[in-house]
């Protein structure tokens, strides 16, 4: 592992990177050497209108504030511009090596107020947005065998926020979309992780209380997407909670739970009402273990615990229809 993380020859689009946390990588790329994708539409919070003013003030910045800093703008929505942007980067650059998913709006409204168009133009952007940059890059990535995606999730993905069942639902899927791409990718060193940021943003400005607020710097979040996407670093199939210099990984985690005989006669609704607790119950136990699948086959150990029933007790598992 090198002592300094360079990016020298390294190309990188960042989406939504005309403001906020996207500014901040964009910066932080350029200043190790990056050649830097800067794109934005420049609209509102909500997604309305579009600018190419945000885009180029970074631009400037980049080439400005750094000696031989090395940056182009694009001005695409990530929602129908996916391809544009990474023919941007290979007109300018030649290649793409790091995607950061991370271009947002928010539409917020509790779930009975959403109207269907607030609830499809958040997945849109987060969600469909990432996937289709994603798409547009990842033959460029296979291609040359090496790639690194970051993709932005949320805590109102992980645990649900009030007013927010769009941005909940993008989110999270996008933890599920990293999980899958992280197990493609990795015969082609694609590494893909998620983030989980809370950053002072013009997102989190009218929400949060300034006290708050200012410990949340932008440049709190970068050194992690710098890390997680440096060619020296192969973390995949990831995802970090970070906030205000504090950084962790989260994980799933499975209770111990309860093995029943699979008899229809049994293996009823009383049944685990009776042992609801058990089922639910994230301690050892003396065979069954707390555990923290990362993978499918990871379900092959439920299959393997309830084939710790006396055979004449084992009913029909078929791995197939799980
Ligand atoms: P921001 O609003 O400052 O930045 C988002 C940028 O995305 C804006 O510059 C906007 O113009 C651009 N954008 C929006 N729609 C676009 C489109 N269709 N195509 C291209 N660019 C588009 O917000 P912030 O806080 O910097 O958010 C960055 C990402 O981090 C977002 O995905 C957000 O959901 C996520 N996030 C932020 C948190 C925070 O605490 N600030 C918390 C959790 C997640």
């Known amino acids: 592992m090198p002592e300094k993380l360079s990016f020298k020859d390294k190309v990188v689009i960042i989406t939504g990177a005309g403001g906020g946390l996207g500014r901040v990588y964009a910066l932080e790329f350029a200043k190790r050497g990056a050649k830097v994708v800067v794109n934005d539409l420049g609209g509102s919070l909500k997604g309305e209108g579009h600018n190419a003013r945000a885009a180029d003030v970074v631009v400037n910045e980049i080439k400005q504030g750094f000696k031989n800093g090395d940056a ?22 030649g290649q793409v090596d790091v995607v950061v998913n991370n271009a947002g709006i928010l539409r917020d409204a509790s779930f009975g107020k959403m109207t269907p168009q607030a609830f499809q133009s958040v997945l849109d952007v987060h969600l469909n947005g990432a996937y289709k940059l994603t798409k547009a890059a990842w033959p460029h990535m296979k291609q040359r065998k090496f790639g690194r995606i970051i993709n932005t999730c949320s805590p109102a993905g992980l645990y ?105 006669k049994t293996l009823t609704p009383e049944a685990l009402l009776k042992e609801w607790g058990h089922i639910v119950e994230f301690k050892d136990k003396s065979f069954q273990k707390v555990e923290h699948p990362v993978q499918l086959a990871d379900y092959n150990m439920l299959i393997t615990k309830a084939r710790q029933l006396p055979a004449s007790d084992q009913g029909n598992v078929k791995i197939e229809s799980l």
């Not at 695409?76 to 650059?93: H, K, M, P, W, Y």
């Not at 069942?165 to 015969?187: C, D, I, P």
């Not at 997102?203 to 060619?231: D, F, G, R, S, W």
């Open 72 to 93: 182009v703008a694009n001005y695409d929505s990530v929602t129908d511009g996916a391809e544009n942007i990474v023919q941007t980067a290979l007109r300018a650059f």
């Open 160 to 264: 649900g926020n009030f007013g927010q069942a769009n941005y909940s639902a993008a989110k999270l899927a996008l933890v599920g979309f990293s999980e899958t791409l992280a197990k493609e990718g990795f015969k082609y060193n694609i590494c893909v992780n998620c983030i989980v940021p809370l950053a002072r943003s013009r997102m989190t400005e009218k929400i949060i209380p300034p006290h708050i607020l200012k410990q949340l710097a932008p440049e709190k979040i970068a050194p992690l997407v710098l890390y997680l996407t440096h060619e020296s670093v192969n973390v995949t199939n990831s995802i970090f909670e970070l906030a205000a210099g504090f950084y962790a990984q989260v994980r799933w985690e499975r209770s111990s739970g309860q093995i029943f005989k699979p008899d229809p």
